[in-house]
């Protein structure tokens, strides 16, 4: 894409109202704007990332077996009442009436409708295990919604929901979750760790959040030295059909400690010593077994044939993970003092080509000429062909992060060759225009 003809409305100030990085440089580097409080229009630079976080996450869900589907972000207030929360949520649900005076809802979250939907199309234990996801935008009204899409009032999450007939069942697919988790965060160029959460009136112990390291992370969290490494690799050698083999790839995983402030255990972090780390991390994804909570006789009652002819009632699991928020939380994790430092699985283009001088015919010509190559080779390219300074344009590709930059100028091109630089680590280097291809075609 052309920056001549793109939509991106950069900031060179910070804006005043933005408290915290991420909002900072989403505002700055043209990926949303605030419409209404907590409320934001996703921009084209950063609809590409948020498409393709969402499609990461699609793929590894796929891949652990879950099976999408979408439900509508309004809902009836009906299927909140056999459920209870309808009077139990509170004042962050956003109630609304239809013209012919039925109580309707905005979805906060969707357990109630998906049990709905599997009681009513669901009789037999032949239909169990499953697995259903889907990614849809959500709104919780926030009291306070701050901190751009780390705390705003509609965002897009994904939901998977798990139905089993067996509490054994019900582990096996959070474990496949657990470890679709871990290969979801580590291609996005994350290290998320798994730290035991609070599981309420339910007990046990399967609740997990992901958090991810940052700075301005808002929990306090403790851990094993171990976690700092990418461990997603290690799942790829195990069987997710084999229950017992995955539970121990899990446990092994768990037996290093993780844990917020909240589930600090003091015998533990004394056994870690001096390999216990302390951090601040920001929660991305959350999974959860609540048994039969939705499905009970207390909610919406929903009853399943056995093999012997007798009924149960399922047993479910949530799993969900911020896609929108993760936007922040990378940029939160992957900054500097010039902009965004976006992964390469994630960034909205692999490489910003720029040319320093567009009134030149001889650079434009081999800028043209590049920008062609690049797009035939298949690599997303942001090609700055403005009628701008230089330093304005290197100003802009710091800030939008992209992982690459490709200069070319006059003088370079007089002695064919352009320059390479690697956003990450500020690494320059001259290379002929194909071996510079070759470069980033690897």
């Known amino acids: 894409m052309r920056l001549s003809r793109h939509f991106l409305p950069v ?17 700055r580097a043209g990926l949303v704007r605030q419409t209404a409080a907590g409320i934001y229009a996703w921009l084209p630079l950063g609809l590409r990332v948020l498409r393709k976080i969402e499609q990461i996450v699609r793929e590894e869900q796929d891949r652990a077996g879950a099976v999408e589907m979408l439900m509508p972000t309004i809902q009836s207030a009906d299927l909140w009442r056999e459920t209870g929360r309808y009077d139990a949520y509170g004042p962050e649900m956003l109630r609304i009436r239809d013209r012919h005076e039925r109580e309707m809802l905005y979805g906060p979250t969707n357990e109630d409708m998906i049990t709905a939907l599997f009681r009513d199309n669901v009789k037999s234990y032949r239909d169990l295990p499953r697995i259903l996801y889907h990614i849809q935008w959500k709104f919780r009204d926030e009291v306070r919604p701050r901190f751009g899409v780390m705390r ?5 999450m994904k939901d998977a929901y798990s139905f089993d007939l067996d509490e054994a069942g019900a582990r096996h697919s959070y474990n496949r979750m657990f470890i679709a988790y871990l290969r979801t965060f580590a291609r996005m160029g994350l290290t998320a760790i798994p730290m035991q959460a609070d599981t309420g009136p339910i007990g046990g112990d399967l609740s997990h959040e992901f958090i991810i390291l940052a700075p301005s992370g808002e929990s306090e969290v403790f851990y094993h030295k171990a976690w700092e490494q990418d461990r997603s690799a290690a799942a790829e050698g195990v069987d997710a ?70 009924q149960v009632h399922p047993k479910m699991g949530s799993y969900g993970i911020g896609v929108s928020r993760l936007v922040g939380a990378m940029i939160e994790a992957s900054h500097d003092d010039a902009g965004i430092i976006w992964p390469e699985s994630v ?49 802009t590709m710091d800030l939008i992060g992209l992982p690459w930059q490709l200069i070319v100028g006059p003088k370079g091109i007089a002695r064919g060759v352009v320059e390479l630089k690697n956003r990450r680590t500020g690494e320059r280097e001259e290379l002929p225009v194909e071996a510079a291809l070759a470069r980033l075609a690897a």
């Open 152 to 156: 705003g009032r509609e965002f897009l």
């Open 347 to 395: 960034a909205p283009y692999r490489v910003g080509l720029i040319n320093m001088r567009a009134d030149d015919e001889s650079c434009a010509a081999a800028a043209d000429d590049l920008y062609g190559k690049l797009n035939a080779a298949g690599i997303e390219t942001l090609y700055d062909d403005r009628d701008e300074r230089g330093g304005a344009k290197f100003a």
């Open 11 to 27: 900031m060179k100030e910070t804006p005043s109202d933005a408290q915290i990085v991420s909002h900072q440089l989403m505002l």
């Open 241 to 310: 059909n084999d229950p017992a083999a995955l539970q121990a790839f899990v446990s092994g995983l768990t037996n290093d400690y993780a844990a917020t402030d909240e589930k600090r255990d003091e015998k533990r972090e004394s056994e870690a010593g001096a390999d216990l780390r302390q951090s601040r991390g920001i929660e991305v994804g959350h999974i959860f077994y609540f048994d039969t909570r939705y499905t009970g006789p207390d909610a919406m009652n929903m009853n399943v044939q056995t093999a012997d002819g007798g």
